[in-house]
């Protein structure tokens, strides 16, 4: 009987080891119900959002590139994970391994005209088609956004 204790035991702190180790992934985002973190608008546009999950597991939720990396130089928050989506697939992407292409024809609901890429290959072919600066994520961390939004 003692034996199968310890062996439950052991099953227990194996599974939450496990579950601890986790890697952050992306929630989901609720169009017309939920608000940029900091901004305030309504999220519309779901393959312009952006998301960071902080080290405690809580999500922040920005409608615009733009708006995220803002927030994060404004707050320095501790982050387990940041996504946004690329500009092409439209799929989650890691914020931290990205390539940014900005331009004003870039339409974003900010206006900052932000696209991501997963390649630096892809934001090369970007630039090389409609113009623009490429950044990398540390890059992007460093401009000043606030006074390159277009038209806001």
């Not at 999220?43 to 960071?52: C, F, T, V």
């Not at 623009?132 to 401009?143: A, D, Q, T």
Request: include cysteine.
């Amino acid at each position: 009987m003692k034996c199968r204790w310890w062996v439950l035991l052991l099953a227990v702190m194996i599974s939450s080891t496990a579950c601890s180790n986790k890697t952050a992934a992306p929630v989901e985002i609720k169009a017309n119900e939920e608000d940029c973190d900091a901004c305030h608008m309504g999220i519309e546009d779901l393959h312009s959002a952006a998301q960071i999950i902080l080290e405690d597991g809580e999500p922040k939720l920005f409608d615009d590139i733009g708006c995220m990396v803002v927030y994060m130089q404004e707050h320095q928050p501790k982050y387990e994970a940041a996504f946004i989506h690329d500009f092409d697939s439209k799929e989650w992407i890691s914020f931290d391994n990205s390539t940014f292409v900005q331009n004003q024809n870039i339409h974003s609901p900010m206006n900052y005209g932000i696209a991501a890429y997963e390649t630096e290959q892809q934001a090369s072919d970007m630039q090389k088609e409609q113009g623009g600066e490429i950044y990398s994520s540390k890059e992007l961390l460093e401009k000043d956004l606030k006074g390159t939004k277009h038209g806001h």
